[in-house]
């Protein structure tokens, strides 16, 4: 983009980009502002103002110019399902964004007429009902009327799916299936499933029916991986923390992301965790891991950072808020066997807790170790979730040197802990005031893809705001962080987590040049609009891996989407939200259809009057 006063100029360290008339938020607090920035070999060299970054102007050095726009590093989810969410993204119908069950359903009814016969439309997280203008899931019958041949899965949070009755066949499910253990195949008054799974309460009855549906294989997982990256690269996102999951299989899952690392085709920085997949069989996998791999291994675009999120499955709460806390048995022989392991290796470790009573006995397993010297003993752990963590487990977390990572969970899961612990523990769940008076690193993520959006700026709203996605306030202002301790948990404390922070989630030189251009200032937008900003501008080591707006086009190409058929390529991912003035039109607009549809249900039964248009109802007729 040429830019006045910036005249190339004939020297042998140009810099490669340079970024000048934006309104930089740096991230460091030697210089808070600035104004431009130069980039040479994927770090950052000069940070200050057009006159400093004037010199380092070559021949072929990319100018863009910010137009005065907010930039802020690069954003680091904390814990997400990256490798997993990218094998699968193409296949997946997102209803991220969607504002109405009405809309979903037309999303769903069009994508089942494309998708051909042997496949399935998937609906996988990242929405709530509570987002709806309805309040309310889809039904079976709707899901049936919307595609009467094509299996459709609906999963909803860790709660529940809804099938339609080609799923419930695709899925083999008979009235002779068993309840799998900690799950739920809802029947009718003929014994036969009705298409409703619950997870009663754990979700794998979910996740393994999901596992039923065909998947990508060879190049199609490229693919598909390289999309989803840069669909994360629209919103700002250049480095996530992958935490692993239920069905993510090492060595064999990782492969794709090893192969795109190979070939520099990585648009996101990414930090995984090993997360052993069979009962009785972790201490195996974790001691077999341990001889093939240390952490750190790898660069600065893939590396392995640790073990986790579970370390042995007896361990593991369920986050189901839907239901009753779950009650573990005797976990503590086989889990202090894994995290001694672990320490004397010098390996870290992440730990899904979701309740302050699994918290506190893990905590007297690492007391326990500490005796020994094995805790501190300067290797990275840390707790994730923690929505019911106590003060007292806090003081124990930062004297035994760990960190904590928290969600956004309740964005899409609040009204049903709302339900079930009341407004007094909601306020506190989880307890990011109570964590950071502590001087404990905090870092921030999303959890996507099965459960929460992977848009990270809907996690910042919840951080700012303690709101909902149903619009619901949760935390007072007492639990909230400022607008620019949330972007701090996204950036810097993300880099602590995996030993980075002196190159990432700052702008100054010697870091990475990994920043974001933003379609609205974050800092100065009214809070309830933080959820809908998007970047116009993602550069991750130096390279622009996504433009929009007036910087359309000078972003990496990447290959079509494929298969031919999937929903990303038709719908995209995340829907975005239209204006404030736009969605009160639509919800308006919604408003008649559905009045309409009231007028003709009672013309079906005879209740208008002689006119047609009038409704009565004939108990009131005098």
Not at 294 to 301: K, Q, V
Request: with cysteine; aromatic share 8%; proline share 6%.
């Amino acid at each position: 983009m040429p830019v006045g006063g910036l005249t190339p100029q004939a020297i042998d360290d140009a810099a490669e980009l340079v970024v000048r008339n934006a309104n930089i938020h740096t991230g460091d607090p030697r210089r808070p502002h600035a104004e431009a920035l130069a980039v040479r070999d994927g770090v950052i060299t000069v940070v200050g103002d057009d006159q400093d970054v004037a010199p380092h102007v070559g021949q072929a050095t990319k100018v863009v110019d910010a137009l005065g726009r907010r930039m802020i590093p690069g954003l680091n989810d904390a814990h997400l399902h990256v490798i997993r969410g990218g094998l699968n993204y193409v296949l997946e119908l997102r209803w991220d964004g969607v504002r109405s069950l009405r809309q979903g359903l037309a999303m769903l009814r069009e994508q089942a007429a494309r998708t051909p016969k042997g496949q399935w439309v998937r609906v996988v997280g990242g929405w709530s009902a509570e987002q709806f203008a309805e309040r309310r899931l889809p039904t079976v019958a709707e899901l049936n009327a919307a595609a009467p041949d094509t299996p459709v899965f609906v999963l909803h949070l860790y709660q529940s799916a809804v099938l339609n009755r080609a799923a419930v066949q695709a899925a083999g499910f008979t009235r002779d299936t068993p309840d799998p253990r900690g799950g739920q195949i809802v029947r009718g008054r003929d014994g036969e499933p009705t298409g409703m799974l619950l997870a009663a309460p754990s979700a794998l009855i979910l996740y393994s029916t999901l596992a039923a549906a065909p998947v990508l294989e060879g190049e199609d997982k490229k693919v598909s991986t390289r999309h989803f990256l840069r669909e994360l690269n629209r919103f700002g996102l250049t480095s996530a923390i992958d935490a692993a999951g239920g069905f993510q299989n090492f060595p064999e899952n990782y492969s794709t992301v090893v192969e795109l690392a190979q070939a520099g085709e990585l648009s996101l920085r990414i930090a995984y965790h090993l997360f052993p997949q069979t009962a009785g069989q972790e201490l195996a996998d974790l001691a077999r891991w341990i001889e093939m791999a240390s952490p750190e291994d790898g660069d600065a675009w893939l590396r392995l950072n640790g073990a986790g999120e579970n370390l042995t499955w007896a361990a593991a709460d369920f986050e189901n808020f839907a239901q009753p806390r779950p009650h573990l048995g005797d976990y503590e022989p086989e889990f202090e066997k894994a995290v001694r392991l672990l320490m004397e290796h010098g390996w870290g470790f992440r730990l899904h807790a979701t309740y302050d009573e699994t918290i506190r006995r893990d905590l007297a397993v690492f007391e326990k170790l500490a005796a020994e010297g094995l805790f501190p003993a300067g290797n990275r752990w840390l707790f994730d979730h923690a929505e019911t963590a106590s003060p007292e487990s806090l003081d124990r977390v930062a004297a035994l040197g760990g960190a904590m990572s928290v969600q956004n969970r309740l964005s899409f899961q609040g009204e049903a802990f709302l339900r079930r612990y009341g407004p007094g523990r909601a306020a506190d769940a989880p307890p990011i005031r109570e964590m950071l008076d502590r001087g404990l690193t905090v870092a921030a993520g999303t959890d996507a893809t099965r459960v929460s959006t992977y848009n990270p700026w809907v996690a910042l709203h919840w951080l700012v705001s303690g709101r909902t996605a149903g619009d619901l306030t949760l935390r007072p202002p007492g639990n909230r962080v400022d607008r620019q301790t949330a972007l701090r948990m996204f950036t810097v404390a993300g880099a602590e987590l995996t030993g980075e922070e002196q190159v990432k989630g700052v702008l100054r030189p010697g870091c990475y040049a990994d920043l974001a251009v933003l379609s609205h200032d974050y800092f100065n937008v009214p809070e309830p609009e933080i959820a809908h900003i998007e970047s116009l501008l993602t550069v991750t080591g130096g390279r622009i891996v996504y433009a929009a707006g007036e910087y359309a086009g000078i972003d990496e190409e990447l290959p079509p989407v494929t298969p031919e058929w999937s929903p990303v390529k038709h719908f995209g991912g995340y829907q975005a939200s239209r204006p404030a003035g736009v969605r009160q039109a639509e919800a308006l607009g919604e408003a008649v259809a559905e009045s309409e549809l009231h007028r003709s249900w009672r013309a079906r039964r005879g209740q208008l009057d002689g006119t047609g248009d009038v409704p009565f109802d004939p108990c009131f007729v005098l």
